[in-house]
């Protein structure tokens, strides 16, 4: 099932340290392919507290995410976008096109916005 890891960055803290996260991050793409959904354009907040950026990377499974992200090569870079800014890294797993035609949703699978 296609999982998305969801980068949000709430506010920057450090630009060099954030220069040095974009320099390193792509590296952790060369070994665990990643499709970017969404990278950072123009974003529209509706409800919460805004935002100045949000990209949202596909990977073919939950765990191809997860091995993106433990992998040496974007842990060698998180301590900079930890640095650089206030932000936050979430996994969520798709719903398959399959997966949708197959079997009905329970409540506590879908949650309306």
Known sequence: MTAYAVIVRERTL?????????????????????????????????????????????????????AWYS??????????RMQGSISSVILVAGTDEQDRCDRPRRDAEVRHL
């Not at 992998?71 to 900079?80: C, G, K, N």
């Open 14 to 66: 450090d630009g060099n340290a954030l220069s040095l996260y974009r320099e390193k991050a792509p590296l952790a793409r060369e070994k665990h392919p990643a499709t970017p959904v969404a990278f950072y354009g123009p974003h529209e907040v509706l409800e919460g507290s805004p935002v100045e950026g949000v990209a949202i990377l596909s990977f073919p499974t939950m765990a191809a995410a997860r």
């Open 71 to 80: 992998s040496s090569e974007y842990q060698a870079a998180l301590p900079h």
